[in-house]
Nanobody, 111 residues
Framework: VQLVESGGDLVEPGGSLRLSCAAS????????MNWYRQAPGQKRELVAG????????NYSDSVRGRFTASRDNRKNTLYLQMNSLRPEDTAVYYC?????WGQGTQVTVSS
């Protein structure tokens, strides 16, 4: 199993970013996937979970209404569209399946 996140960057408050997670080594379309984040000194936090078909998505209260998770099962890729970003969204963002994790991608929200 390999998960490779990309798309993190430095962005001003109110800005947007789109994260991607390229998956390989397993039957991507068969499994639910998750986005987590971890801020410095904080525990890793579940941001969004998406069902294998993409039809069911759950969000943490802190991002609901601002972030949108999606997936393209033809491309074995998971996405996280992040809008109206806030400084408290600053973290390393990870995609996850079972107990496998990517290396993470850094999102920094600052003026």
């Amino acid at each position: 199993v390999q998960l490779v996140e990309s798309g993190g960057d430095l962005v001003e408050p109110g800005g947007s970013l789109r994260l991607s997670c390229a998956a390989s080594g397993f039957s991507f379309s068969s499994y639910n996937m998750n986005w987590y984040r971890q801020a410095p000194g904080q525990k890793r936090e579940l941001v969004a979970g998406i069902s294998s078909s993409g039809d069911t998505i759950n969000y943490s209260d802190s991002v609901r209404g601002r972030f949108t998770a999606s997936r393209d099962n033809r491309k074995n890729t998971l996405y996280l569209q992040m809008n109206s970003l806030r400084p408290e969204d600053t973290a390393v963002y990870y995609c996850n399946v079972w107990n496998y994790w990517g290396q993470g991608t850094q999102v920094t929200v600052s003026s």
